[in-house]
């Protein structure tokens, strides 16, 4: 079976974040594609998160930027703006740690940090968890992930 794809039209993967998907610019979320979604498909998440802050070279907690579950795995993507211009139909929003829904761009107060965009593959579609955590969905999504994929993409704020 091939592995799922996650690639953005906005950042290569290891690359720069451009500053239009930060805070530091108009904190619009990236455009996302995926591909090769295998046999069985239900849903996917899609959760995006910073597991170097507040600082890369002393981290004390991943914080959570964006999360997205009951994607339809019709979708083969995200268009940039989703969060602001519509989300697929049927898909769901938990609540990130600035305590809303939607996307929240990087932000990071100090050095270079790393932004993950992990998206999963599940054999169902999970119930209304009521806007989540990402710890939530997390536990609500065990024993259901066929695959998973990551994109990574880097940011560091000018000073």
Known sequence: MLAPTLTSESFIQGGLIPIRHTCDGQDISPELS???MPVGTKSLVLI???????????????WVHWVL???SPENNGLSEGASVAG???GTMEGINDW???GYGGPCPPIGTHRYFHKLYVLDTMLPDLKQPTKG????????HVIKYVELIGL???SQ
Do not use: H
């Open 69 to 71: 579950y009951n994607i």
């Open 99 to 101: 305590q809303r829904t």
């Open 48 to 62: 995006v998160d910073d597991p170097d802050a507040p600082d890369p070279a002393d981290p004390k907690m991943t």
């Open 155 to 157: 940011y560091l704020r």
């Open 34 to 36: 995926w591909t090769r």
């Open 136 to 143: 939530l969905l997390e536990e609500a999504m065990q024993g």
């Open 87 to 89: 989300l697929p139909s």
